[in-house]
């Protein structure tokens, strides 16, 4: 297995990509902090279903949205002996088209993160299938070029990967990074990584039987070799 300095950040467009994209991998890294981007902010009724909440994952109407995602989330972590962080950006589902975060302000955030935590690795995700995944990595490939000290890495999104995959379009974006394929996931823990998503109810009520199934198939990522932009 590649050689990864520790304290680890892997970034998590959402509460349970991270697990579906990387479940495989996080109880390998030790010192793992799993970092959500899109998990709430400031101005939002959180007990009021909308999309994706109200419609396929079935929760209630009443209860917080984001206290029961972070309750799966800290179970789920657990279970793969990482912990949660969690930035204030709200998802899309939430958001006015308008009021879209830029990379830069997202990467500013993941930055700021870094320096706190004492991060050395970062793991972030190529950005298939959804716009916020999008975002995430824009704003984590932004974030690269100014820390380029550190060592990074590249995940594919999962299930999105199996489904529509973009990923030489994700790839080329980060091609002054020179991404390179490498085994991370050289020691599977299928029973570790199914249970963990056991923990994540309405998200999997929401994906169905088929993404989920498709979400334990290969992992995959990429080294990144960022250089320093000579900005900050």
Same mark, same amino acid.
């Given at each position: 297995?590649?050689?990864?300095?520790?304290?680890?950040?892997?970034?998590?467009?959402?509460?349970?990509?991270?697990?579906?994209?990387?479940?495989?991998?996080?109880?390998?890294?030790?010192?793992?902090?799993?970092?959500?981007?899109?998990?709430?902010?400031?101005?939002?009724?959180?007990?009021?279903?909308?999309?994706?909440?109200?419609?396929?994952?079935?929760?209630?109407?009443?209860?917080?949205?984001?206290?029961?995602?972070?309750?799966?989330?800290? %179970? /789920?972590?657990? &279970?793969?002996?990482?912990?949660?962080?969690? =930035? *204030?950006?709200?998802?899309? +589902?939430? #958001?006015?088209?308008?009021?879209?975060?830029?990379?830069?302000?997202?990467?500013?955030?993941?930055?700021?993160?870094?320096?706190?935590?004492?991060?050395?690795?970062?793991?972030?995700?190529?950005?298939?299938?959804?716009?916020?995944?999008?975002?995430?990595?824009?704003?984590?490939?932004?974030?690269?070029?100014?820390?380029?000290?550190?060592?990074?890495?590249?995940?594919?999104?999962?299930?999105?990967?199996?489904?529509?995959?973009?990923?030489?379009?994700?790839?080329?974006?980060?091609?002054?990074?020179?991404?390179?394929?490498?085994?991370? %996931? /050289?020691?599977? &823990?299928?029973?570790?990584?199914?249970?963990? =998503? *056991?923990?994540?109810?309405? +998200?999997? #009520?929401?994906?169905?039987?088929?993404?989920?199934?498709?979400?334990?198939?290969?992992?995959?990522?990429?080294?990144?070799?960022?250089?320093?932009?000579?900005?900050?």
């Amino acid at each position: 297995m590649v050689t990864i300095p520790q304290p680890v950040l892997v970034l998590s467009p959402h509460m349970d990509d991270a697990v579906l994209s990387c479940g495989e991998l996080i109880p390998q890294l030790g010192d793992c902090v799993v970092m959500t981007v899109f998990a709430g902010g400031e101005g939002v009724d959180w007990t009021i279903r909308r999309g994706w909440d109200a419609v396929d994952c079935g929760i209630p109407v009443g209860i917080n949205v984001v206290e029961l995602r972070i309750a799966e989330d800290n %179970d /789920a972590l657990s &279970r793969l002996d990482a912990s949660g962080h969690r =930035l *204030d950006f709200l998802d899309a +589902q939430y #958001r006015r088209p308008q009021s879209e975060p830029a990379p830069h302000v997202i990467g500013e955030k993941i930055r700021g993160a870094l320096r706190r935590l004492g991060t050395q690795t970062v793991i972030l995700p190529l950005g298939l299938g959804h716009r916020d995944h999008e975002l995430t990595a824009a704003g984590a490939a932004w974030a690269a070029r100014r820390s380029s000290e550190l060592a990074w890495f590249a995940y594919k999104d999962l299930p999105y990967a199996y489904e529509e995959p973009n990923i030489e379009a994700a790839l080329e974006k980060l091609s002054d990074m020179a991404p390179a394929p490498v085994g991370l %996931d /050289a020691e599977p &823990r299928s029973s570790d990584k199914a249970a963990a =998503l *056991d923990c994540y109810p309405t +998200q999997m #009520r929401g994906l169905g039987a088929e993404r989920r199934e498709k979400a334990m198939l290969a992992e995959g990522y990429w080294s990144l070799s960022p250089r320093s932009t000579g900005r900050s």
